[in-house]
C-alpha cells in the first residue's frame, strides 16, 4: 500500500520567492495536516485540514497557506520566502480529525532551501 | 497539552532491551500518550499509543504508570534499525489530532 507522498523531495528557493509543496494522503485518509522541522528541533504544526476545511492552525504568519482538494490531497504554500523558512517540511495523514485512536501517518517531506 | 520530559540521549547495545522513559506528571485524563520516532532523514512513525493500561503491539511495549504521570516504551531486541529520536505526545482526545513534538530521546543502538 503507498504511503504518504511528498512532492518534490528537495527545493531550493531565493528570498522573496513564493513555494507550493504537494502531498497525497494515504488512501482513505480524509485529514491532512503539514509540519515544519528545522534542523535540530521537533516538527511543529502548521495546519490541519479535513474534508477540505481548516480544522487547526498553528502560529505561523500569513504568509503560509493551504488547502485540500476533493481527493483530499494537499498543497501548502509560503509567500514571501525568508532564510528561516529553510527547513523540511512534512505532510501527515490520518483518517479522521480526532486524535483518540488515529495515529498520522508521515511521509517523508520536502526539504526547502531558502538562499 | 500536557508538558513532557524525556533524557536527551541513551545507548543500547544490539539485541537488548531499549527502555525510553517520559515523564508527562501534568497529563490530563482524557488524554492518551502516544510514541513516535523518527529515523534519520525520514519522516515520523507511529509506534503505539495508551490511555491507563500497558500496550504491546508487534514493534514495542508501552507501560503506563498507574498515576499516569509517566510511561516506558520498551523495544524488546533492539536492533540497529531502531536507532532514531523518539518523542513522547500526549493527546487530547477531544481536539484537533495535531502533534506537539517536544525534543524526544535519541536512541544509539550500537553493536
Known amino acids: 500500500d503507498a504511503g504518504v507522498t511528498q512532492s518534490p523531495t528537495h527545493l531550493i528557493k531565493t528570498r522573496g520567492q513564493q513555494v507550493t509543496l504537494r502531498c497525497s494522503p494515504i488512501?482513505?485518509?480524509?485529514?491532512v495536516s503539514w509540519y515544519q522541522q528545522v534542523l535540530g528541533q521537533g516538527p511543529q504544526f502548521i495546519f490541519q485540514?479535513?474534508?477540505?476545511?481548516?480544522?487547526g492552525r498553528g502560529n505561523f504568519p500569513d504568509r503560509f497557506s493551504a488547502r485540500q482538494f476533493p481527493n483530499y490531497s494537499s498543497e501548502l504554500n509560503v509567500n514571501a520566502l525568508l532564510l528561516g523558512d529553510s527547513a523540511l517540511y512534512l505532510c501527515?495523514?490520518?483518517?479522521?480529525?480526532?486524535?483518540?485512536?488515529?495515529?498520522?501517518?508521515f511521509g517523508d517531506g520536502t526539504r526547502l532551501s531558502i538562499l | 497539552d500536557a508538558k513532557t520530559t524525556q533524557p536527551p540521549s541513551m545507548d543500547c547495545a544490539e539485541g537488548r532491551a531499549a527502555n525510553l522513559p517520559c515523564n508527562h506528571s501534568t497529563i490530563s485524563g482524557n488524554e492518551y500518550v502516544y510514541w513516535y520516532r523518527q529515523i534519520h532523514s525520514q519522516g515520523p512513525q507511529y509506534i503505539i499509543h495508551g490511555l491507563k493500561n500497558n500496550e504491546t503491539n508487534e514493534m514495542a511495549s508501552l507501560i503506563i504508570t498507574e498515576d499516569r504521570k509517566s510511561s516506558t516504551l520498551i523495544l524488546p531486541h533492539a536492533t540497529l534499525r531502531d536507532t532514531a529520536v523518539y518523542y513522547c505526545i500526549p493527546i487530547n482526545t477531544g481536539t484537533a489530532s495535531k502533534l506537539t513534538f517536544g525534543t524526544g530521546t535519541r536512541l544509539q543502538v550500537t553493536l
Open positions: 501527515a495523514s490520518s483518517l479522521g480529525v480526532q486524535g483518540w485512536g488515529q495515529p498520522q501517518h
Open positions: 485540514y479535513y474534508e477540505k476545511e481548516e480544522r
Open positions: 488512501s482513505g485518509h480524509k485529514s
